[in-house]
């Protein structure tokens, strides 16, 4: 039997204010606040581990299966699409049947999924099981967000974020760490195998502890056309950003999937404007605050993910270290965000989302204008301090749009609220890596060919250029076999300077992503409905 509470929305005198708990204060275990946030942090865990663990695993994938490049890149895409395109569908399941059984179906599927591609004997299945992995991360995020939302009062529940957040944000860092370690001492398959033990735990967790939340005016019915809709138009609008890199941003196929995009949206605008209980309410957006929460966070993640997508490749290609150590070295990035998370949570209790959010949007615009100065030659030092000062101006703006996107939606639909949050920074890291991208390409393109007769280099044909440009492009020096020595040098130096100039470019443009995203903070404000959830449970 599932452990409910029901939530009414109506409340004395006629009115209707934010939903509040009618069931029994928890007791024991089950529904503590604190034990809820230690659960769900367990589970999500796994997600924000496996995107960054499992990129330190594909070259020695690629060499067990004898996979191509192409396959291996889908090993990424396919989880992503996967995600990206299920998150708000996902979250929308969570309000529809509670979120904690969503989350336990997520945590199993995620780790059945996980030891599925372990055992996986071709890069077919690793690809196919990535995908399913993607759309049980899916049910994942969203609804740990509504049990944090439904669990703890208003007054807690920035700091609850916060802890979760610096959960993500420790994952997230010690992805390629213990990546590297478990690849090279272990095998490639440790890397998906240790989601099994860590999902078995959250699962056990969940059963124990987790207290199902539902509204009393939850939906009752499933908008299966707006699903389908919402879902071609994300997947028309992630392919194409996949696609777009190889394709290039002037073909044809890129913009006939923009477009098919743009149109399956307005299908999609127009169908949940008439159907009686849509997928995602369109007056959910008159919400101003909650409108700015979204695009902040795909302002941030345009910033962020773009911007320190260069940076591995200027870590590992540049100076020349290894995966590790270029985990390592980020650590100053990661470890602010795992300090300055809870911190955040603090501030914003306290003195509102919007000073907090601001700020930290405008430390991302210096940290990422500081990384645009970065050279060949740059030391530790140096680094350090622009991505110490990044991962600071992220911690507020990760727990702060976090909150204001969740809790300015009403209780009955945190889920989708949840979903909207994550399909924010998932749409917007994709963005940022295609477009900054594309800047990147163009400076190499442009710069390239300069600087390789500027070196007094043989001239290269088209062809060559091209096959040049794209190494360049991750800061690898074109050298072809048998080049003598002396020639080597002069390339990789050209390599490395063209490939600075192009990062460089790409980071003043996420630094002016940041200066918009501070101007779009001022828009926002608290949580109007973060009380629907108080109350439930002992602190």
């Known amino acids: 039997m599932t452990s409910q509470t029901t939530i009414d929305s109506t409340a004395p005198g006629g009115k209707a204010p934010a939903d509040r708990s009618d ?13 809820t946030l230690i659960t769900v942090a367990v589970g999500v865990m796994m997600v924000a581990l496996d995107g960054t663990i499992v990129a330190i695993a594909n070259p020695a994938i690629a060499s067990d299966l004898g996979a191509t490049f192409a396959e291996v890149q889908w090993i990424t895409n396919a989880y992503f699409l996967a995600l990206a395109v299920s998150l708000i569908t996902a979250g929308k399941l969570g309000d529809r049947f509670g979120h904690r059984q969503t989350f336990l179906i997520g945590v199993v599927g995620f780790a059945a999924a996980s030891g599925a591609i372990g055992l996986s004997g071709s890069i ?3 690809v196919a099981f990535r995908a399913l992995q993607g759309l049980f991360g899916a049910l994942l995020m969203p609804a740990a967000l509504g049990l944090l939302r439904a669990t703890f009062p208003a007054e807690k529940l920035n700091m609850a974020i916060g802890l979760w957040g610096m959960v993500i ?24 195998f240790i989601n099994v033990p860590v999902g078995a735990l959250a699962l056990a967790l969940g059963v124990l502890i987790l207290l199902d939340h539902r509204a009393a005016n939850a939906p009752r019915s499933f908008d299966v056309p707006g699903i389908a809709l919402l879902s071609g138009a994300m997947f028309c609008l992630v392919w194409a950003l996949i696609k777009a890199p190889a394709w290039g941003w002037g073909d044809g196929r890129t913009w006939a999937f923009v477009l098919g995009s743009a149109v399956l949206f307005v299908a999609f605008a127009v169908w949940e404007s008439n159907v009686r209980e849509p997928l995602i309410p369109l007056a959910l957006f008159r919400s101003v605050p909650l ?91 140096v680094m350090s301090v622009w991505f110490a ?23 009955e639909l945190s889920g989708v609220a949840g979903g909207l949050q994550q399909a924010a920074m998932q749409i917007g890291g994709s963005l940022g890596t295609a477009v900054l991208g594309a800047v990147m390409a163009s400076k190499v393109d442009g710069d390239l060919p300069a600087n390789w007769k500027a070196a007094g280099l043989p001239e290269l044909t088209p062809a060559q250029l091209d096959q040049a440009s794209e190494a360049v492009q991750v800061g690898v020096p074109p050298v072809a076999k048998g080049t003598p020595e002396a020639v080597a040098a002069k390339i990789a130096d050209v390599a490395h300077d063209t490939f600075i100039s192009g990062m460089s470019l790409a980071s003043l443009v996420a630094a002016g992503v940041a200066v918009v995203a501070v101007f779009v903070a001022l828009l926002t404000k608290r949580g109007e409905n973060a009380e629907a959830g108080a109350g439930v449970g002992h602190l």
Do not use: C
Not at 23 to 35: D, F, N, S, T, V
Not at 174 to 183: A, E, F, M, N, R
């Open 124 to 126: 077919g299945a690793v």
């Open 23 to 35: 069931g029994p204060p928890a007791k024991g275990l089950r529904g503590h606040p604190w034990l």
């Open 291 to 381: 409108s700015a929460g979204v695009v902040l966070m795909v302002l941030m993640a345009i910033a962020f993910m773009g911007g320190l997508f260069f940076v591995t490749f200027y870590l590992q290609n540049v100076h020349g270290m290894s995966p590790i150590d270029a985990g390592l070295h980020l650590l100053p990035l990661t470890g602010m965000m795992i300090v300055g998370s809870p911190v955040a949570g603090v501030l914003i209790t306290k003195l509102g989302p919007r000073i907090p959010l601001a700020g930290g949007m405008a430390a991302t615009a210096i940290a990422m204008y500081g990384m645009s100065t970065l050279e060949t030659d740059t030391g530790s030092g």
């Open 169 to 192: 944000g420790a994952s997230t860092a010690g992805g390629p760490i213990l990546g590297g370690v478990l690849v090279e001492h272990v095998n490639w398959q440790s890397v998906f």
């Open 389 to 411: 000062l990044l991962g600071f101006g992220l911690a507020p703006v990760m727990v702060g749009a976090t909150e204001v996107i969740v809790g300015n939606a009403p209780m």
